[in-house]
């Protein structure tokens, strides 16, 4: 159902966050739909509230008084009696409430296979696709006696469970006996005993009775098409969509309140807005830039408790969208350090912490998920821990992105045999158009060169990319305000969510430090004229703003590249931004950062002064 | 100025307290609506499924999965002992020569027979689980075959954080004061069963005497990170916690690191020295979050029962805050003004923050989100 301007004139859309309910409000004002003040409050989705529509209402609340202030209007107000008064009456009332929705947490598989290399991998990388934690591989060849592994189907106690095994036409026998062990094991759902815990099938389709007669009645069976139909072609996404909508029926409903929400999301005529997960929001804007734009396209959103990574590669728009279940800022921060390691994080940080700190600061982070960076130096503490977040969310995205046409990806015989090492990605960041960055740590980092830098460090684009970000988080309420006003949606993303930050040009390839590295010359609109021979190892940030164009010219040199056709040299126009052009000879394909702590601090301290990433006085 | 909510831990000297006990699997209730119970008393049971013991028949007695139906002895869902024959073969010629039997390895019951395995599932007896009360208090509601409500009027306090399952014991204040790191010539004997008190902090070395001798938990303001990946051998990442094994309990009341314990928290501990405490370190930091309890039974009469509807904690000028984040970490102090311009603070976030004065007359301005209203 869509709405036009005389229907919609405002707007209030939220998005319940794991920590955070964020709320902004959207007006028609002048001729034109606007996204005017922003509220947050925290998620109350603890005790002793445990009701998620609390959080909305104090973030609407916000709203209220910030709206009160810049219109100097006393009178406004968007609910009453803590509901929303649809439609607006005046200064009463808003015409509709949309909302999206990820409070919920993570969600833990277990999957089962014949052989582990083989259908086992490829269930896990369907459930690892669709953000599961995969708490088990249980495959009939994995050297684990039956009673053994029914022990641990047992102890598990996952959300749900995936069971594939043989090619169509293929063993029955074994797939069979793995339903056997699963329905010995008689497993529990994590979250209740109230209902069944859900079994997705898909395997071998010419086992699909023994494989109902076996489990239909002990568990709650799904079947689909087989994840691996020949042994030369795998078939994920029928199996990731049924984990989706199971992960949504099972998962985001243990959010307490969220029954009172959906009756809330309604349009002017009253008529039900269906709350959207908040990763479809996103990749639905996602998918709309890269068609629009004709582009290749990389968006990341990272959460409290999760981090999402969306790309659209190649020319058939071949979307995917990973979610990385436990990488995120608050709830997930310590799994982060757990995941990424000590090491990986302190590479990024420009001074001496000790180990014992650093880890209380990030448990206490965890245990008190909404509180802010306020001092300087954990604002930097904060951010390489997101570097490294978004790096492992990356590297899961890199390793699950493939697909022909649809999900489907052709492989043959030969890369059939190597499954570990198999999985070509499509992502290809030498092709890469646009990278944008989403979620509380880049969207409102105090600098936009700080999310510029954490960008470049975490996704280390190659060749030339443009970079951008969500200016205050409001992709997921433009993705669900789409439902029913794809104008709004559209205005408001063009004009006051898509902040373009610059360009980085990065050569590919090794170099020697302090070696020349590349030639750039570029022509700013102001006439003004940069030109340089860059060593290697080094950062350069040069202005240029949002809508102009530099006209450049590099040169690569020793063994860099600047482009997938290996050219070394380049005329081209390059985008400004909020920031600016960044060229980076730091290398790629290796990036490393200097071993030694001295060097590395005195390294990371002089490319973020060129980046204006920190005040002055955290880098001395 | 106006008003904002804000996030808190309850800690108080009187809350009326409902608290459901429910089985895994239904099965039996044992105590009546209108009992008295005491935390160690057991409320509902039930039988676990057995441990399943699957072998694969056809194999053992030779034949192929299909043809064992014409071999087999048993059916699902029958009882059978140690050495009930299976299956068995008419040997050579169906006169017995070189017959081969297949006896039960276990007792227990047939749970299935495949034939398209040739795999058959044994299941062991039953497994006795049973459900207690954790706190002392009136059965106020029974679900049938499920579970029950136990309510009790508690001085109560929420920890932030914990490690390890329920447990009751009696309480005994180890620290004088909320400053108080725990040492280790405090842990003796006298501690055996107890549950003790340390004021800012712990530390693994004194944890582990605490181990040795029996404590069964501890309650500290703070506690190192490296000092719980020592004691459990991993690194927690996601903080879902409550199943460690570990000899004994841990609740943290303030966070990790040194930090003095929240003095109403220390007060209110010291209060109740000695008296009878049902504690937990169940922490799940997500949706549906639980955070580790310190439950201290009260008389009460049966009319007091009435919970109150829970609100949020409201941040006005004069409420009493605590500081959650550096810099300040665990100082109180009290509102002076809640500005609704959004405000830069020394990282340059732009926040909506508030001003507060400390006790020695010093003001701050801090991010609101790093507070939590003190409950007066």
């Not at chain 1, 089962?112 to 669709?130: F, I, K, P």
């Not at chain 2, 405090?186 to 340390?198: L, W």
């Amino acid at each position: 159902m869509q709405y036009d301007e005389k229907r919609l004139t405002r707007i209030v859309a939220t998005d319940c966050g794991s920590t955070t309910t964020k709320a902004i409000l959207i007006e028609w004002i002048d001729g034109e739909y606007r996204q005017t003040i922003r509220g947050e409050a925290p998620t109350t989705v603890e005790a002793p509230l445990n009701d998620v529509t609390k959080g909305v209402i104090n973030a609407t609340q916000e709203l209220e008084e910030l709206a009160r202030l810049k219109y100097k209007n006393p009178n406004l107000k968007f609910m009453e009696d803590g509901e929303f008064v649809i439609p607006r009456k005046g200064d009463i009332g808003v015409d509709a409430y949309v909302s999206t929705s990820s409070a919920g947490g993570g969600l833990q598989m277990m999957v089962t296979g014949v052989v582990a290399a083989m259908t086992g991998e490829s269930a896990e990388r369907a459930a690892l696709g669709a953000g599961a934690i995969v708490m088990d591989l249980i495959a009939s060849n994995d050297k684990r006696m039956n009673h053994q592994k029914i022990e641990r189907i047992r102890q598990l106690r996952p959300d749900m469970i995936l069971m594939a095994g043989g090619e169509d036409g293929g063993t029955v026998k074994h797939v069979v006996e793995m339903a056997e062990l699963v329905a010995g094991a008689d497993p529990k759902p994590r979250l209740g005993s109230s209902y069944k815990l859900p079994v997705i099938y898909a395997g071998n389709k010419d086992a699909t009775n023994e494989i109902k007669n076996t489990l239909a009645s002990k568990v709650d069976l799904i079947v689909t098409d087989n994840i691996r139909p020949k042994l030369e072609q795998e078939n994920l996404g029928p199996a990731r969509d049924k984990i989706h909508d199971l992960f949504m029926e099972h998962v985001m409903q243990q959010a307490p309140g969220y029954n009172k929400l959906m009756e809330w999301t309604k349009g002017p005529d009253h008529q039900a807005v269906p709350i959207m997960p908040t990763p479809a929001a996103v990749g639905n804007i996602m998918q709309t830039i890269a068609k629009d734009e004709n582009i290749e396209v990389v968006g990341v959103d990272i959460g409290g408790a999760t981090t999402d990574v969306f790309s659209v590669f190649t020319e058939e728009y071949i979307f995917n969208r990973t979610v990385s279940a436990n990488l995120g800022m608050s709830y997930s921060i310590s799994n982060v350090l757990a995941s990424s390691g000590l090491p990986n994080i302190m590479r990024w940080v420009p001074f001496d912490i000790n180990e014992s700190e650093l880890r209380n600061m990030i448990k206490n982070k965890m245990i008190r998920p909404t509180t802010i960076p306020s001092l300087l130096e954990e604002l930097v503490l904060e951010q390489a821990i997101a570097k490294e977040a978004l790096r492992l969310a990356f590297e899961q995205h890199k390793e699950f992105a493939s697909g022909l046409k649809g999900m489907q990806r052709q492989r043959d015989i030969s890369e059939a045999f190597s499954q570990s090492t198999s999985g070509a990605t499509i992502v290809n960041l030498m092709t890469l158009n646009l990278l944008v960055g989403s979620g509380g740590v880049l969207s409102h980092a105090p600098r936009r060169n700080q999310t510029v830098m954490m960008l470049i460090d975490a996704f280390l684009p190659e060749g030339i990319t443009r970079l951008a970000v969500d200016s205050i988080f409001m992709m997921p309420h433009l993705g669900v305000l789409s439902e029913i006003s794809a104008k709004a949606a559209t205005e408001v993303f063009r004009k006051d969510c898509m902040v373009y930050l610059g360009t980085c040009v990065a050569p590919v390839g090794k170099g020697k430090l302090g070696k020349p590295a590349l030639y750039a010359k570029l022509e700013l609109p102001n006439g003004q004229k940069f030109e340089e021979e860059i060593p290697f190892g080094e950062i350069r940030l040069i202005p240029c703003g949002e809508g102009e164009v530099a006209k450049a010219t590099l040169k690569a040199h020793g063994g860099l590249i600047l482009d997938k056709d290996k050219n070394r040299e380049l005329t081209i126009d390059l985008h400004g931004g909020k920031v600016g052009i960044v060229l980076d000879t730091r290398g790629r394909q290796p990036f490393a950062l200097p071993v030694e702590k001295a060097e590395r601090i005195k390294s990371l301290k002089k490319w973020m002064r060129e980046l204006k990433a920190y005040p002055e006085d955290i880098l001395v | 100025m106006g008003q904002a909510y804000s996030a808190g831990l309850t800690v108080t000297d009187s809350i009326i307290l409902r608290k459901e006990r429910i089985l895994p699997l239904k099965g039996q209730v044992l105590v009546k609506k209108g009992l008295k119970v005491k935390g160690e008393d057991v409320v509902a049971e039930t039988l676990l499924p057995g441990k399943v013991v699957p072998f694969n028949l056809a194999n053992k007695l030779g034949v192929t999965p299909a043809q064992l139906e014409n071999y087999i002895k048993i059916k699902p869902g029958q009882q059978i002992t140690k050495d009930t024959i299976l299956a068995e073969n008419k040997g050579l010629f169906g006169l017995g020569i070189f017959k081969n039997e297949v006896r039960s390895p276990v007792d227990g019951e047939v749970e299935n027979i495949s034939a398209v395995t040739g795999q058959i599932l044994l299941r062991e007896p039953r497994i006795p689980v049973q459900v207690k009360a954790f706190i002392d208090g009136i059965i106020t509601d029974v679900f049938e075959d499920e579970g029950v409500v136990i309510e009790n009027k508690s001085a109560y306090i929420q920890g932030i954080f914990g490690i390890g399952d329920e447990t009751t014991g009696l309480l005994k204040m180890l620290a004088v004061t909320p400053e108080d790191e725990l040492d280790a010539g405090k842990i003796d004997e006298s501690c055996r069963d107890k549950i003790i008190v340390a004021g800012a902090f712990i530390s693994y070395h004194v944890i582990e005497l605490a181990v040795k001798h029996g404590v069964r938990a501890i309650i500290t303001g703070g506690i190192d990170d490296q000092d719980i990946k020592k004691l459990l051998g991993y690194d927690i990442g996601v903080a879902i916690t409550g199943h460690e094994n570990i000899g004994l309990s841990i609740i943290c009341t303030e966070g990790f690191g040194k930090i003095n314990m929240a003095e109403k928290t220390f007060n209110l501990l010291k209060a109740f020295d000695g008296h009878k405490a049902s504690v937990h370190g169940r922490t799940q930091i997500r949706a549906g979050v639980i955070r580790p309890e310190i439950i201290i039974p009260l008389d009460f009469n049966e009319d007091e029962l009435i919970t109150r509807e829970a609100s949020l904690p409201i941040l006005e000028t004069g409420t009493l805050i605590r500081i959650i984040r550096q810099p300040h970490f665990g100082r109180i102090a009290k509102v002076t003004a809640l500005p609704e311009e959004l405000t830069m603070v020394e990282s340059e976030t732009l926040v909506r923050i508030l001003e507060a004065e400390f006790s020695d007359g010093t003001t701050i301005r801090i991010p609101r989100a790093n507070v939590e209203v003190i409950e007066s």
